[in-house]
């Protein structure tokens, strides 16, 4: 009992303060390990890979900077870099624009204001899978219904109509309208927070000041939502470039269909990695996404320091 009574007098006493940071380590302890396993390590080893050669069937053999000098001569690597480029300018601005004119009509105290509101919504959360099944459908080259109805409205035949997803001059085209209609909900509702934190007395300066709704909408709403639109146009420029699945299930990955007019950058890395199993120069692929992606993510940062300043 003298030998554990000296031992608990000698132990040392944790200060209040490493107990505050203990506690605060084992709440953010399991998002970090999951960020570790997940994401931390797989870059690292995508990383080193990037300068490896490997098919997992032979060693490993270390090629250095070759992958990455390879890419720049690789015809279809930049092919589907440009296909990503063409796909992000085109659903950026589009998306943008839709999503605040949603967001300013729905803002407004009219009937029926949260189903049309709901409506606009489903789409993003509805599945992919569905909604590409339902969208092939309706833009039919030959039995889809918007085909049907521009053949009944001009007269022009079925074979001078759009093919859509089935021609190469429209495919590009139909899977920016299917995804600016698919994700123009969610991008809504973030501006109609945006919307609904606008001071409603900066609007009764400006009525007292003469403006007209033209006016208002231009001094008034377009710079209060300045960090609104910086942060979506950011995360739309973010996704687009990330794109995939939308492709895959509105062209079913066939290689006849998704060719190089419609491959973007990931189903790029998708190929080579799994199909023709070329995981080192998969890898590098994957590593310029990343380097895209982060550049983008640090202007984000920087802009936000400007607008909070």
Known sequence: MVILSLYRKEAPAISKKTRDHLIAYSFIAPNFIGFAVFTLAPLCFA???????WDSANPIEFVGFDNY?????????LRALSNTAVYTVGVVPVTLICSLGLAILLNKPTKGRGFFRTVTFFPYVASLVSLAAVWNFVF?????????LLNFVTGIPFEQLPRWGASRDWAMFTVILFSVWKNMGYYMVI????????NPELYEAASLDGANA???????TLPQLAPTTFFVMIMLVISSFKVYDIFLNLFGGNENQLNDFTRVIVYQIYNTAFRIWDFG??????IVLFIIVLTVTLVQFRGQRKFDA
Do not use: C, E
């Open 47 to 53: 990383l080193a890979l990037s300068l490896m050669k």
């Open 69 to 77: 000098i390879r890419l720049t001569s690789d015809k279809q690597f």
């Open 140 to 148: 039919n080259p030959s039995r889809g219904p918007v085909n049907a």
């Open 191 to 198: 501006y109609l927070a945006g919307l609904q934190g606008i």
């Open 214 to 220: 033209r006016q208002k909408f231009r001094h008034v």
């Open 281 to 286: 120069y998969a890898s590098s692929m994957a």
